[in-house]
Every structure is written in structure tokens, then in C-alpha cells.
């Protein structure tokens, strides 16, 4: 009878160990297939995502396009800088699943980084007209760190010169320049770039260059908004010879598309009230029932003459520019969204005309996620 009970029990036993481990494998089961199923759904999604952002980025390029047919100048005032007439336009463009939203920025409303230096290859002196552009960008960021000394400005734009200038020697600029042999000393060593920047980015590879000063700390914004390292330009070819491998980045900067730290940057820290009038002049609009209408001429370099206050100004010619001629760089930001998610596309394109065709296209420089 003990022998009888004893195995119904080992049977219970092991019942309940079979159970136990079914159980267990096939809770891990459905564990296995819910986490294959929504990393399946994820990858679909942003397959997806993919698409639809990559379809804002065209849809951008078309816009401007467009928009080169019909205009010598570009400005806040035109569709492509409206928020409201580019959500008109991709109301007509119907996603399944998703949504998109666009933004189009002039990169030539911004400083160019390359233009420092007169000239590539080749090129071993300062753009002079840039100097003091640089200096009201850069100072008031720099200024606020209490360790930096009263040349510190200075030094950091010799040393972004250096970097780039062809004169790669013991020659650096002023007193606190650096060339290859500063950092060669540095753990790890490199060298100069001895050429123009490709990327924001390196300029944190630059002496004195934080990321404070770039990206910003706290309250503090930084220069990275403000800059390009696009708008090159081929220079004259010279006569008796095969080919021309000489450019330059002429640093015109669009007054008509400039953020107004950019303007500041133009006019200096004691012109700042300018800047922000300046600003509301060229927004200036009112709405008249069938859209919006701007009030202010901006396609005349000079207009800025016509703002109140500012009309004792005169801004370096060598500066500013207002037409396409010198501003065909723009930024295209896209952002999908699909089930809370969202991928974001940042493509820079360079507006151009087909020789074959004189049709307006647009032609990729750069293509990131962000």
C-alpha cells in the first residue's frame, strides 16, 4: 500500500515538474514571438518612416525648383521658408499610415566657415572682409567662460585659419595659431586638414574649439546654427590653361534668409536693435483674404536702408547678397511619423540649371539621419 502511494506520488511529482517546465517554455515561446513580431513591426515601421521622409525630400526639391523658374532673389517672404504654404503643398500628398512635415532653409543665410581663407588650393591669407564676422559670432559665446583670457577670440579664429590654410609650417597666425606640429603632439596625433572644412563637426578637431562654443551649454546657444560649410565657388580659368582647380567661398551672406544672430554678426553687438528691425521689415505682411501679402520690397542688397534706424548703415558689399546668383544651397529638413515614431532626414542640395535642358534641378550634397 506505501509502495501504491509512494508512486502516485512521484507520478504527482513529476506531473507537476512537466507542467512547470511546458509552462515556462511556453510562456519563453510567447515571449520569443512577441518580441519577433513588434521587432518585425519596427523594422516595418521604419521601412516606412524611411519612405515617407525620403519623399519630403524630393517634394522639398521640386518646391525649389520651382520656385527658381519664378525668382532672382530668396527670402523669408517666398513659399518655400512658409510653413503654412508647404503644409498646403503636402496636404496634397496621402500617406496610408503616416505623416510628414518639411522644413527648407537658405544654407547661404548663414557664415560660411570656409570663406575665412581667400581662396583653395592654394590659399594661405585671411579673408579680411570675415574677420569681424567671425569675431562678433564667436566672442560673445567665448567671453562668458570666466578662464578664458582677453585673446581668446583671437586665437581660436587664427587657429580655425590654420587649419585650413595651405601654409602648413612653423608660419601659424599670431601668437597662438596651431599647424600639424600642435597636433601631432596631441594623444592621438593628427594633422591638419590644409583645406576647407567638409563638416561642421571638425571644427571640434580645431584648437580651443568646445563643444560649448558649437553645440551650446544650458542657456548659452552656439554657433553651429549659424554656419555652413557650403557656397563654394569656381574662380575665373586662367587663360593657356586645360584645367582650373581653384575655388573659393565668396562668405555672401543672404540677408533676405539670415537668422538674426546672423545679422548681428553682420552689423556687430552695437547695431543689435538694427538686426531685429530688420527682421520684422522683411516679415512685415497682412493678410488681405486671399493669403498673405508681404508689405516690403527686399529684393535691392540696399533694402535694409529703408528700415527705420538703419538707414545711416552701409554694410560691406563684399558681405551681403540677396539673389540666387551666390544663394542656391538649402537645407531640407524632413520628418516622418508613424505610431508615435518619428525619423527625421537632413539632405543639403544645391540648386542648379540642366546645360542641356535650362531646367532648374537640384542636385544632393549631403544626406544624414538625425
Same mark, same amino acid.
Given at each position: 500500500?506505501?509502495?501504491?502511494?509512494? %508512486?502516485?506520488?512521484?507520478?504527482?511529482?513529476?506531473?507537476?515538474? *512537466?507542467?512547470?517546465?511546458?509552462?515556462?517554455?511556453?510562456?519563453?515561446?510567447?515571449?520569443?514571438?512577441? #518580441?519577433?513580431?513588434?521587432?518585425?513591426? +519596427?523594422?516595418?515601421?521604419?521601412?516606412?518612416?524611411? $519612405?515617407?521622409?525620403?519623399?519630403? *525630400?524630393?517634394?522639398?526639391?521640386? *518646391?525649389?525648383?520651382?520656385?527658381?523658374?519664378?525668382?532672382? +532673389?530668396?527670402?523669408?517672404?517666398?513659399? /518655400?521658408?512658409?510653413?503654412?504654404?508647404?503644409?498646403?503643398?503636402?496636404?496634397?500628398?496621402?500617406?496610408?499610415?503616416?505623416?510628414?512635415?518639411?522644413?527648407?532653409?537658405?544654407?547661404?543665410? %548663414?557664415i560660411q566657415v570656409n570663406a575665412l581663407v581667400d581662396k583653395f588650393p592654394g590659399g594661405h591669407n585671411f579673408n579680411?572682409?570675415?574677420?569681424?564676422? /567671425?569675431?562678433?559670432?564667436?566672442?560673445?559665446?567665448?567671453?562668458?567662460?570666466?578662464?578664458?583670457?582677453?585673446?581668446?577670440? +583671437?586665437?581660436?579664429?587664427?587657429?580655425?585659419?590654420? /587649419?585650413?590654410?595651405?601654409?602648413d609650417d612653423d608660419a601659424i597666425t599670431g601668437m597662438n595659431g596651431a599647424e600639424s606640429d600642435y597636433y601631432e603632439?596631441?594623444?592621438?596625433? !593628427?594633422?591638419?586638414?590644409?583645406?576647407? *572644412?567638409?563638416? #561642421?563637426?571638425?571644427?571640434?578637431?580645431?584648437?580651443?574649439?568646445?563643444?560649448?562654443?558649437?553645440?551650446?551649454?544650458?542657456?548659452?546657444?552656439?554657433? &553651429?546654427?549659424?554656419?555652413?560649410?557650403?557656397?563654394?565657388?569656381?574662380?575665373?580659368?586662367?587663360?593657356?590653361?586645360?584645367?582650373?582647380?581653384?575655388?573659393? !567661398?565668396?562668405?555672401?551672406?543672404?540677408?533676405?534668409? #539670415?537668422?538674426?544672430?546672423?545679422?548681428?554678426?553682420?552689423?556687430?553687438?552695437?547695431?543689435?536693435?538694427?538686426?531685429?528691425?530688420?527682421?520684422? !521689415?522683411? =516679415?512685415?505682411?497682412?493678410?488681405?483674404g486671399d493669403g498673405k501679402h508681404y508689405l516690403n520690397d527686399v529684393t535691392n542688397p540696399a533694402w535694409y536702408k529703408?528700415?527705420?534706424?538703419?538707414?545711416?548703415?552701409?554694410?560691406?558689399?563684399?558681405?551681403?547678397?540677396?539673389?540666387?546668383?551666390? &544663394?542656391?544651397?538649402?537645407?531640407?529638413?524632413?520628418?516622418?511619423?508613424?505610431?508615435?515614431?518619428?525619423?527625421?532626414?537632413?539632405?543639403?542640395? $544645391?540648386?542648379?540649371?540642366?546645360?542641356?535642358?535650362? %531646367?532648374?534641378?537640384? =542636385?544632393?550634397?549631403? /544626406?544624414?539621419?538625425?
Amino acid at each position: 500500500m506505501r509502495i501504491l502511494k509512494n %508512486k502516485r506520488g512521484m507520478a504527482l511529482l513529476l506531473t507537476i515538474t *512537466i507542467t512547470t517546465i511546458l509552462v515556462a517554455a511556453t510562456l519563453e515561446l510567447n515571449r520569443e514571438v512577441r #518580441a519577433t513580431v513588434m521587432a518585425t513591426a +519596427t523594422t516595418r515601421d521604419r521601412f516606412t518612416l524611411s $519612405h515617407i521622409a525620403e519623399s519630403g *525630400i524630393q517634394v522639398g526639391m521640386i *518646391i525649389l525648383a520651382k520656385d527658381r523658374k519664378s525668382s532672382a +532673389t530668396d527670402s523669408i517672404q517666398e513659399d /518655400w521658408a512658409d510653413p503654412d504654404k508647404i503644409s498646403e503643398v503636402l496636404q496634397d500628398i496621402v500617406f496610408e499610415k503616416g505623416s510628414l512635415a518639411l522644413k527648407i532653409s537658405d544654407e547661404l543665410g %548663414k557664415i560660411q566657415v570656409n570663406a575665412l581663407v581667400d581662396k583653395f588650393p592654394g590659399g594661405h591669407n585671411f579673408n579680411e572682409a570675415q574677420l569681424n564676422i /567671425w569675431d562678433n559670432i564667436v566672442r560673445p559665446i567665448v567671453s562668458k567662460d570666466e578662464k578664458s583670457d582677453l585673446n581668446a577670440t +583671437t586665437n581660436i579664429i587664427n587657429s580655425i585659419k590654420d /587649419w585650413m590654410d595651405s601654409e602648413d609650417d612653423d608660419a601659424i597666425t599670431g601668437m597662438n595659431g596651431a599647424e600639424s606640429d600642435y597636433y601631432e603632439s596631441l594623444d592621438p596625433p !593628427y594633422t591638419c586638414r590644409n583645406g576647407p *572644412i567638409p563638416s #561642421a563637426k571638425e571644427l571640434l578637431m580645431i584648437k580651443g574649439v568646445t563643444p560649448e562654443m558649437l553645440y551650446g551649454s544650458g542657456e548659452t546657444g552656439g554657433i &553651429s546654427d549659424y554656419i555652413t560649410v557650403y557656397g563654394m565657388t569656381q574662380l575665373p580659368q586662367p587663360k593657356n590653361t586645360r584645367k582650373n582647380n581653384a575655388f573659393t !567661398y565668396e562668405g555672401k551672406i543672404n540677408i533676405n534668409t #539670415a537668422e538674426v544672430p546672423v545679422l548681428i554678426a553682420i552689423l556687430g553687438e552695437e547695431n543689435a536693435e538694427c538686426a531685429r528691425t530688420m527682421d520684422d !521689415y522683411r =516679415r512685415e505682411s497682412e493678410d488681405t483674404g486671399d493669403g498673405k501679402h508681404y508689405l516690403n520690397d527686399v529684393t535691392n542688397p540696399a533694402w535694409y536702408k529703408n528700415v527705420k534706424g538703419c538707414s545711416d548703415l552701409n554694410i560691406d558689399p563684399r558681405l551681403i547678397t540677396v539673389t540666387t546668383v551666390t &544663394s542656391d544651397f538649402f537645407r531640407i529638413e524632413s520628418t516622418a511619423a508613424l505610431n508615435e515614431v518619428k525619423l527625421t532626414l537632413s539632405a543639403v542640395i $544645391h540648386r542648379e540649371q540642366d546645360k542641356k535642358t535650362g %531646367k532648374w534641378k537640384c =542636385r544632393v550634397l549631403s /544626406w544624414e539621419t538625425l
